[in-house]
């Protein structure tokens, strides 16, 4: 009887190997080794920065789709660009490197808060309770939604406002999409000018809450020669490549012309865009050191959360 039972497991285990075997010929998908190749060469970051979801997702549409660009990896730059371009055997067109830029200036707009926000450190979370913690509703709130987002540690949190480490910001665009407000967004590394706000209210509205903050007076669309300044869903833009086209001609009329000084010129000392090549041997602050930053925040909020709470039951006892 137990024979029996050891030849039929014997016999059903044969059984389910053959079909098996017999399955993984006929369903075999060859694998490109263009892909693979294509793989090898890419960063691994899975950024997201070229559209696809993942690395393997940008390796397969650049081989197999004719009119995918070979240089669409943000993060590997131009040599990545070339390599992918002589393995898929695709012309590289140069692209202007990108970065990310904080279009809020709180702190010389001496933004004040609108409450004390004391529930969990998220940007998402504080901007839908009464229009965010700062009186100013576009306004950056500092809890680093953005910071957790970057797959490059390029972004950290300081004087309760995101600041960007140039050295290692690749352009993925990760950051622009986490912020609840818009505050991030792609410029150029080459970019001459840009603008330090993200407001879409207007003049008396603004200035009762920022003294940076941009009234849409319009002088600067006036005075601007290349007309690459406009206004997109409320709020002031610039158009980098009309900008970028017309030159330094206009000896950035812009800026000059604005009354609130949003409007920065990116080549001053404080503003500065710095080149990839001028910033290779710059020290980058360490991911611990980063996480050590957002877990001070967190015990803050958490022990001002604590207070709250031990106050709600004294009052209780109080009652009783």
Do not use: H, W
């Given at each position: 009887m137990v024979m029996t039972s050891i030849l039929i497991l014997a016999g059903l285990g044969l059984a389910v190997a053959v079909v098996?075997?017999?399955?993984?010929?006929?369903?075999?998908?060859?694998?490109?080794p263009k892909v693979e190749a294509v793989l090898e060469a890419l960063p691994g970051a899975n950024c997201g920065g070229c559209g696809y979801a993942g690395c393997e997702g940008y390796a397969i549409a650049v081989v197999n789709i004719?009119?995918?660009?070979?240089?669409?990896?943000?993060?590997?730059?131009?040599?990545?660009?070339?390599?992918v371009g002589q393995l898929t055997g695709k012309a590289?067109?140069?692209?202007?490197?990108?970065?990310?830029f904080r279009r809020c200036d709180k702190i010389s707009g001496k933004v004040q808060k609108r409450y004390s926000y004391q529930g969990m450190p998220s940007c998402a979370a504080a901007?839908?309770?009464?229009?965010?913690?700062?009186?100013?509703?576009?306004?950056?709130?500092?809890?680093?939604?953005?910071?957790?987002?970057?797959?490059?540690?390029?972004?950290?949190?300081?004087?309760?406002?995101?600041?960007?480490r140039e050295n290692l910001?690749?352009?993925?665009?990760?950051?622009?999409?986490?912020?609840?407000?818009?505050?991030?967004?792609?410029?150029?590394?080459?970019?001459?000018?840009?603008?330090r706000c993200s407001t879409q209210d207007k003049l008396r509205a603004v200035?009762?809450?920022?003294?940076?903050?941009?009234?849409?007076?319009?002088?600067?669309?006036?005075?601007?020669?290349?007309?690459?300044?406009?206004?997109?869903?409320?709020?002031?833009?610039?158009?980098?490549?009309?900008?970028?086209?017309?030159g330094p001609d206009c000896d950035m009329a812009c800026v000059s012309a604005c009354p609130r000084k949003i409007l920065r010129n990116l080549?001053?000392?404080?503003?500065?865009?710095?080149?990839?090549?001028?910033?290779?041997?710059?020290?980058p602050e360490t991911k611990e050191e980063v996480k050590t930053e957002n877990k001070v925040t967190e015990n803050k909020t958490e022990v001002k959360t604590e207070k709250s709470v031990e106050k709600v039951e004294k009052k209780e006892e109080v009652t009783a």
């Open positions: 098996l075997g017999i399955a993984s010929k006929v369903f075999y998908v060859e694998e490109d004719p009119t995918i660009a070979a240089n669409l990896c943000v993060a590997g730059g131009k040599d990545v660009a070339a390599a590289v067109t140069e692209s202007d490197p990108l970065i990310s901007a839908t309770l009464a229009q965010g913690s700062d009186v100013c509703a576009f306004s950056c709130l500092g809890f680093g939604d953005c910071v957790v987002t970057c797959p490059f540690d390029a972004l950290y949190i300081q004087d309760n406002i995101v600041r960007v910001c690749t352009g993925c665009g990760k950051c622009t999409q986490a912020c609840p407000r818009n505050v991030l967004e792609l410029i150029p590394r080459r970019a001459r000018v840009a603008i200035m009762d809450v920022c003294e940076a903050g941009c009234i849409q007076c319009s002088k600067c669309i006036k005075t601007c020669p290349a007309n690459a300044i406009s206004f997109v869903n409320n709020r002031i833009s610039i158009d980098q490549k009309m900008c970028l086209a017309y080549r001053e000392k404080d503003c500065l865009l710095n080149k990839m090549s001028e910033l290779k041997d710059a020290k």
